[in-house]
């Protein structure tokens, strides 16, 4: 008895990861929070882009390619030392920045993305904190998930089946620059294979979407669930790394022991930029000492709150307010936005649910209605028949950029 | 978590092939997930048998794009208030002579009093000094070609920023670090020296490819 309910349980959560996209209100929400800090980084960077990253700053193209040469690391910045590639790659990244910010064909965007943020950090390794670090893996992540079903243009501008020229022009293009850049020489190995893999995934929906649908459809709907479902996993557990061994770490150290680790920095010159207020807050011991134990307990309790929802939303809570605390007083915004925007995974479907109510009263209808759940779900199927499109019973959400 | 119910009537009835492939896809992920999660914690945990008997292999998946560190104000919170000075050797008329040492940290404290989005600017003397000592041994010679690299890099910021506070031809440049400890907190017992404690790297040769030619 108890083994069949147990098989019941096995065949249901397979159902689940198979036929769902789980945490998809949690997706998007990561995706804005990832796309909007790096996109806000680099306009906040944007005199300062030389300095950091250009070809004349003081890690020339030259010195660049001898620290690549030891790691191998992948950026594009690097395939010309000209003034006005470096241009060109840096607002690629600010476009592409926006686009997976604004959900705009999103599931290429995050690869564009992904591309921008690797470039660009990859350039210097000598300058980048742990804020770039979460932006990078996450830029990575989020190429494997669905992030862009709900708060998206992908969601409000659903697309037809079969007519969908710019997605074959896009396509086009990016098959043409990766053909380009593999004959100049710039890009190969397994970075060529990636770019091409995902091209092939692309090119394989659409083909499924315009001639097969059916069976092959399903298959290709159940393979890219499953592919996101293991992607929200990841980023579960890399953020529950992330806290846990920021925590745990602490531990060994005498001044988080002694419960005055948070008054150091506080004092450090480049970490003050309002100094009065830095002194105000680190003026009294209890106040310290409660903020020092406080990051270590939540940080190392982290992981274990995900077994108790209200627990979890509390202590979530707490982590974001000290981010933004640290945003503040230590100077480190991007660096906090970044790390709140990897929290944002945790955040209660119920809240996002809410949120999108409200927003959707501004915007009109955003993220996918469920199948013959409204009219006007209806009337986009009566709007393709009008067009002669085939009139395949297709439902909003499969309409998404879908990959 | 909440799941976004898709349609079951399409999926529903699938030939066996196909129920094969989709489980086959599941497996492969569920492999993936599990050695990428297995990498990560082993990557980030201490040393432990596990990490020091497969460290290539670690090491190869990880690196370059999935390096990660989370040792942030740990083990010890940053407790050192640190300044990179740098002075130049110029040609003049009457000879060879030394600028005073200038403070090049200055720009960075600058440029975040008062700022609620402090650049990056402020990373590449901090944290290139920390990584110049770590790939440097004690007579200050590179053990790595990082070394060599970030050596250089820190040569170049610090022409960048003092060339236009000095006049005349510089042929050669000195760093040194001025480091004071942040006074122990009012309430505790443990006292901390107020002495800057310097340490002074040997000159280094400039040429004119040393300039960056994007200054601020």
């Excluded at chain 1, 108890?2 to 198979?18: M, V």
């Excluded at chain 1, 009263?361 to 996918?368: A, I, V």
């Excluded at chain 2, 599941?26 to 297995?38: E, P, Q, R």
């Excluded at chain 2, 200050?140 to 060599?148: F, H, I, K």
Aim: some cysteine.
């Amino acid at each position: 008895m108890s083994e069949t309910k147990r098989g019941n349980a096995l065949a249901r959560g397979y159902e689940r990861i198979t036929r769902s996209t789980l945490g998809a209100y949690q997706t998007a929400v990561v995706r804005i929070g990832v796309a909007a800090t790096w996109l806000g980084f680099l306009l906040r960077e944007w005199p300062n882009r030389h300095e950091l990253y250009g070809p004349e700053g003081p890690l020339s193209s030259d010195l660049a390619t001898q620290l690549l040469q030891e790691d191998a690391a992948f950026t594009v910045l690097l395939w010309s030392d000209t003034g006005w590639w470096f241009e060109l790659c840096y607002v690629f990244a600010i476009l592409a920045s926006l686009a997976l910010l604004l959900g705009w064909r999103t599931r290429t965007a995050s690869v564009l993305f992904m591309i921008g943020v690797l470039s660009v950090q990859n350039r210097n390794g000598f300058i980048d904190d742990g804020g770039d670090n979460v932006l990078h893996l996450m830029a990575i992540y989020l190429v494997f998930a669905r992030c862009g079903e709900r708060f998206s243009l992908d969601a409000v501008f659903r697309r037809r089946e079969g007519r969908d020229v710019p997605g074959v022009l896009l396509w086009s293009l990016v098959a043409l620059t990766v053909l380009t850049a593999w004959a100049f020489g710039v890009l190969g190995g397994g970075w060529l294979l990636i770019f091409t893999g995902l091209l092939a995934v692309h090119a394989v929906w659409w083909i499924v979407d315009r001639f097969t649908g059916g069976e092959p459809r399903a298959v290709c709907d159940m393979a890219t669930n499953l592919v996101h479902n293991g992607a929200v996993l990841v980023i579960i557990v890399q953020v529950c790394v992330l806290y846990a061994s920021a925590g745990w770490y602490k531990i060994e150290g005498t001044r988080w022991q002694d419960g005055t680790a948070a008054y150091y920095p506080l004092q450090v010159d480049v970490f003050t930029p309002w100094p009065a207020l830095s002194d105000a807050v680190s003026a009294y011991g209890l106040p310290i000492l409660l903020m020092t134990y406080g990051t270590v307990i939540m940080q190392v309790a982290f992981p274990f709150t995900l077994f108790n929802r209200r627990i979890k939303n509390v202590v979530l809570a707490c982590l974001i307010a000290e981010h933004i605390g640290i945003a503040i007083l230590l100077g480190l915004p991007f660096f906090s936005l970044a790390i709140i925007s990897a929290d944002l995974i945790f955040l209660p479907t119920s809240l996002l649910r809410r949120v999108e109510a409200r927003v959707g009263g501004w915007f009109g209808p955003l993220g996918p209605r469920r199948r013959g759940a409204d009219a006007p779900g209806v009337s986009d199927d009566a709007a393709a028949t009008d067009d002669g499109a085939p009139t395949t019973p297709t439902t909003s959400t499969e309409a998404l950029d879908r990959v | 978590m909440e799941s976004e119910s898709q349609p079951t009537g399409e999926h529903a009835g699938l030939s066996r092939r196909a129920r094969a492939l989709v489980a086959v896809v599941a497996g492969a992920v569920a492999a993936a997930v599990v050695v990428h999660l297995g990498m990560v914690f082993f990557y980030v945990a201490p040393s432990n048998v596990v990490s020091e008997r497969y460290a290539t292999e670690i090491y190869d998946y990880m690196s370059p794009e999935l390096v990660q560190d989370w040792r942030l104000f740990a083990p010890e919170p940053l407790h050192v208030n640190r300044s990179l000075h740098a002075r130049a050797r110029v040609k003049t008329d009457a000879g060879m002579v030394s600028s005073e040492w200038i403070d090049l940290t200055a720009i960075d404290v600058d440029g975040t009093r008062g700022h609620l989005l402090p650049s990056h600017t402020r990373n590449p003397l901090r944290k290139g000094w920390s990584t110049f000592l770590e790939t440097h041994n004690a007579d200050y010679e590179a053990t790595s070609t990082t070394g060599l690299i970030v050596a250089t890099y820190l040569k170049r910021v610090a022409l960048m920023r003092m060339q236009h506070r000095i006049d005349g031809e510089i042929t050669e440049v000195q760093l040194r670090s001025a480091a004071r400890d942040v006074p122990e907190p009012a309430w505790s017992d443990l006292t901390t020296s107020d002495d800057v404690s310097y340490t002074v790297l040997p000159w280094w040769p400039v040429s004119e490819h040393d300039f960056p030619e994007a200054t601020r």
